[in-house]
């Protein structure tokens, strides 16, 4: 083992239970209010555009000052209130009971409640204005992503779910990876040796990095994100970098929508600017660069239509108005070509970990 | 642990033996050739349209006994043979290195190697070749889909990947499952005390199933799909019923896409009728079925255009000619409606495992 890192004790459980009490909170302000023959009301930040900045210090985006109100006085509130207000209530017995749900089962659960909520995206725009209100993202109130991702390396966790509570795990376990759900998303740190976070976007290639030992030699934990991070993995790649302070490192294919993957694990959506527990502004975008492309002479095809607008879009994106996504976008621009990660097995399967890899950490520690 | 079954040993150390073995064979049958000055030759069985039958008892797609050769005689055939041949060699250095692979990786590959493959989709078929001649599935090369799966239940294993020869896992370590990648999907089966496999198309679903103790109150094994089962979760599902005579459920959600999802795990694709190890012929569908819609007056929606066509298409397919896939198909047009699994929470988030998977099993073992 290298050097033992001191690890905060009890994340997991104490944010389940601020969670709890926020939901409390909640319930008792409205009760009172009922009591004191007030129309009951509920206060959030805004979350319209004109409410949301980027944070170019904080690397991500964050709401301003202004607040709404939900009241029962406006009977235009009384439906959206009444939801909020249910939806608070399922997300305290999700707790209570220790069961995980999803944004469609809430749906469904509504549905069975005779509650009136047009689709699916009415319901998630409520879950959405929970999680603003009580101020926690909806991982920690038991509502989980339908999607899965996977990690491995040498850290131990404990788990904190029904059934499992105490029971450890060991992330070399298995070689194919070991699944990010509601229970490792929720389990606590207990020990690690690693001193880096490498991300990656495919599971061929997280299993590349697996066989190849990159996790031994460069001391790092592999994620794999089947694509698009699912929000407990940001989440879980969050508390990599608070909890154990380890340097976070984002590898897809050299084209804009692998660029969006990193973008998203660093600085989050809009969508997501109450919610700053889903973001690690110091991870760095590790690669493939369009300057690799030319650099390594990798097989590449021509940047299509749809690739042309995208990288349209995101040059004029705050997010990516620093280094080096500015350099890298312009030259995308400049060879019209994109390339996958897979491209370095030109050179042989050992390539992308032996070289490649090596190099970037290289020029991105020093 | 309820009765103890017979395991048997060292099937995927043979299999990989016997691929290695098939290679070998055909690299000295193309050396004998040249030795004896013959213009080097292949013969496999013909993988055109006119040359695949369903067969109904077996279940799955078969090739007939069509024939063809590939001849270095034929100036025509020279390419694709000499690519049959590399494709040969690189399986063989895969097995030999003890490396993993995708049909990504081998299309790059080639490229280094100044092969000229036009595109991925012809490299592709130079591998499926490659199948069909030495008659194992590319995952017997160390061949892997790029998709990921996972497992969850009271399964032990012994790896058989570098690193890792010996080692142990049982599949209960983590709540949120272990990932069947490479690694496990070529490890031993060593012990289990279940006595079903229940997979399931949804990750949220999958975590349902163990928080609900599905697998201890049925005592199974619980198989996630991530959607289309990729190649290698096939294998395993086919193993488990074939090694150790477990039978195999399927649930995935009430549409035509749920239907071919579980098809495809049953009886393969046309595509892969050179490949009987992709397929699990006993496995049965468990639901969601269009009557359980009525049945249980689950939250639904509409049928579009593209369900209705998918649909028509599907009731013309020759595997969807038995029960109960022709009267639920029927009663898809009937009723013109789907639903998803998750529907099944407007009854509370248990009902699905207490209620509708207990009375689904007892009909289908019964």
């Known amino acids: 083992m290298a050097k033992k890192r001191k690890i905060l004790k009890g994340v997991s459980q104490a944010r389940k239970k601020d969670s709890q009490e926020a939901l409390k909170a909640l319930a008792e302000g409205i009760i009172d209010q009922i009591r004191k023959a007030d129309f009951p009301s509920v206060t959030m ?7 949301i900045y980027f944070d170019k210090k904080l690397k991500q985006y964050v709401l301003g000052g202004k607040v709404v109100r939900r009241t029962a006085r406006n009977v235009t509130h009384l439906k959206p ?30 549905e069975g409640e005779g509650l009136a909520f047009e689709d699916q995206p009415e319901s998630d725009r409520i879950i959405t204005e929970l999680e603003s209100v009580i101020k926690h993202p909806r991982e ?48 606590e740190f207990v020990d690690t040796d690693a001193d ?26 592999l994620i794999y994100t ?20 380890l340097p976070v490192y984002l590898f897809a294919d050299a084209d804009p929508w692998g660029l969006h993957i990193c973008q998203v694990i660093i600085s989050g959506s809009a969508n997501a600017a109450h919610i700053p527990e889903l973001v690690t502004p110091s991870a760095k975008w590790a690669g493939v660069y369009a300057s690799d492309i ?19 879009e995101i040059g004029k994106d705050p997010r990516y108005q620093s280094e080096p996504w500015k350099t890298e976008i312009n030259k995308f621009f400049e060879i019209k070509k994109k390339a996958e ?16 890899l090596k190099s970037r950490l290289e020029e991105l520690e020093g």
């Open 45 to 51: 930040p805004s979350r319209t555009t004109d409410n």
């Open 81 to 110: 209130l009444t939801q909020l207000v249910w939806a608070g209530y399922i997300a305290s017995t999700l707790l209570k009971e220790n069961k995980t749900s999803t944004l469609r089962d809430v749906f469904y659960m509504a």
């Open 140 to 187: 920690d109130f038991n509502i989980f992503p339908e999607e899965r991702s996977a990690m491995f390396g040498n850290l131990e966790v404990e788990y904190t779910v029904p059934g499992y509570e105490g029971r450890r795990l060991n992330f070399t376990m298995n070689p194919d990876g070991i699944v990010i759900g509601p229970a490792v998303a929720t389990s």
């Open 196 to 221: 880096k976070v490498i991300v990656i976007e495919k599971g061929a290639m997280f299993t590349r990095f697996v066989e190849e030992k990159a996790w031994k030699r460069y001391n790092a934990l």
């Open 226 to 245: 089947a694509g698009q991070a699912p929000r407990a993995t940001r989440a879980i790649i969050r508390r990599l970098n608070v909890e154990l302070k």
């Open 294 to 312: 030319v650099k390594y002479d990798l097989p590449s095809t021509k940047l299509n239509e749809q690739d042309i607008k995208r990288l349209q």
């Open 341 to 356: 990660q897979e491209a370095f097995s030109r050179y042989g399967l050992s390539f992308i970990v032996d070289k490649y």
